[in-house]
């Protein structure tokens, strides 16, 4: 409605204030189920660190998008309400992660406008990305069938979270420069490997991301419809293979076709979680109304179903809402910067992102297939949550990019008006 950010100032304020509202009256809820007094120090330990953020990010980026961290706030939020409902324990180490990554964040914008060269970097980082992946495929440990976590000092984390973040620098960075057809196989073959790598470690879902995020960008990148057509025939040819050669893509597709016949077992999850969002109603039950933890990794892999049930499909469809707001404003973003690098990398971020959040809403509500991907930013996972709030900072960065451009801009129409007058 408004193009200037002063102008939506009242906006954002309303939107602090809702925030912290919904904040404070769940927390309430959790204190009186729970009569502990320990939720009441960890609401304002929360607020204070999302009062600083929300703030400091507005003093130290005035020229950011100050809707992405309101969002980004609202996310978390929501997620350590429900976390914290779940287990006290994964709650506090969620916040942790949170903050921590927080801190991380106020930098990597001013960094992203400061290293130019970045963009130059683009076989660096696909050789980076894939040694990550490789050596994940060697030494990582298996979770759930699916190799994906990697542990140092005790420590567990997900690499290819990270190298989501790297693949989309790989792709960006080589495209923005050379669009040639020699260059687009080049660089479809190594993405290809990249999924190939996580089709080994049987991580379909994020193979799935990185397939459709690389489309995604080549298509921005080039504008040619067969690139696209051609990519989509590829990726349904490789689904049916993965069906024919995984046992577990087997069941998950068994399971999502008809979960009642094997409610017992492999259709266990998928039913529980639509229990669980048809039980909630529009209002849902409330915080403790509901068994959330009847649903297996509900915290990891069934938060919006855990949300719709508790908080109601009006709160669970407005948390949608907000999600596709995040993504159309980083393709806002996107279509004003003017260098090739910063818009191909805006839209492979918000790709990314936004494709996550169809995939797990989607497996929650038997929309498609369960592929274990995380519900950005709202679902626990210490990795996820990390890499997500790098991945909007990196927008933060790109709004400093186009802010430059537009001053650069005004000081060349400067220069040609006094050349002008000279003249």
Not at 276 to 293: D, E, H, K, V
Request: net charge positive; hydrophobic share 50%; glycine share 8%.
């Amino acid at each position: 409605m408004y193009k200037g950010e002063k102008r939506r100032g009242w906006i954002y304020a309303l939107q602090t204030v809702a925030l912290f509202a919904t904040q404070f009256a769940c927390f309430i809820q959790i204190i009186a189920q729970t009569g502990s007094k320990r939720y009441f120090l960890l609401l304002m330990i929360q607020t204070l660190v999302v009062i600083s953020t929300i703030s400091m990010f507005k003093m130290v980026y005035p020229d950011g998008n100050r809707l992405l961290i309101n969002n980004m706030c609202m996310f978390l939020m929501v997620g350590m309400i429900m976390i914290t409902r779940i287990s006290y324990g994964k709650g506090i180490r969620q916040f942790i992660i949170a903050s921590a990554s927080l801190v991380i964040a106020f930098l990597v914008p001013e960094i992203l406008f400061r290293c130019a060269f970045l963009e130059r970097m683009g076989w660096i980082f696909a050789g980076i990305g894939l040694a990550v992946l490789l050596i994940l495929l060697i030494y990582g440990s298996v979770t759930n069938g699916s190799k994906i976590n990697f542990r140092i000092a005790g420590l567990s984390f997900q690499p290819q979270e990270i190298v989501k973040i790297i693949f989309a620098f790989f792709i960006a960075s080589i495209l923005a420069q050379k669009k040639d057809f020699k260059t687009v196989c080049i660089v479809t073959a190594i993405a290809a490997a990249h999924v190939l790598v996580l089709v080994l470690l049987k991580d379909l879902g994020s193979a799935l991301i990185y397939f459709v995020v690389y489309l995604c960008v080549l298509f921005v990148a080039t504008n040619q419809p067969l690139y696209f057509l051609g990519g989509l025939l590829s990726g349904a040819a490789a689904s049916f293979v993965a069906y024919k050669l995984f046992p577990h893509v087997q069941q998950r597709v068994l399971a999502w076709k008809d979960p009642w016949t094997e409610i017992d077992s492999t259709g266990y999850q998928i039913t529980q979680s639509l229990f669980a969002i048809s039980g909630g109603g529009l209002w849902g039950l409330g915080l403790y109304g509901g068994t959330p933890s009847s649903i297996p990794y509900v915290e990891e892999d069934f938060m919006f179903a855990a949300i719709a049930e508790e908080l109601g499909i009006i709160f669970a469809s407005c948390l949608i809402a907000v999600c596709i707001s995040t993504f159309l404003m980083i393709l806002l973003e996107a279509y004003k910067i003017k260098n090739n690098f910063g818009r191909l990398l805006c839209v492979g971020l918000g790709v990314t992102y936004i494709f996550q959040v169809f995939l797990t809403v989607g497996g929650d509500s038997k929309f498609i297939p369960l592929t274990g991907v995380t519900l950005p930013l709202v679902s626990y996972g210490g990795t996820s949550v990390m890499v997500t709030i790098v991945m909007l900072s990196l927008v933060e960065g790109e709004c400093l990019v186009r802010s430059d451009e537009r001053y650069q801009a005004y000081l060349e129409k400067k220069r040609e008006k006094m050349n002008g007058r000279k003249k």
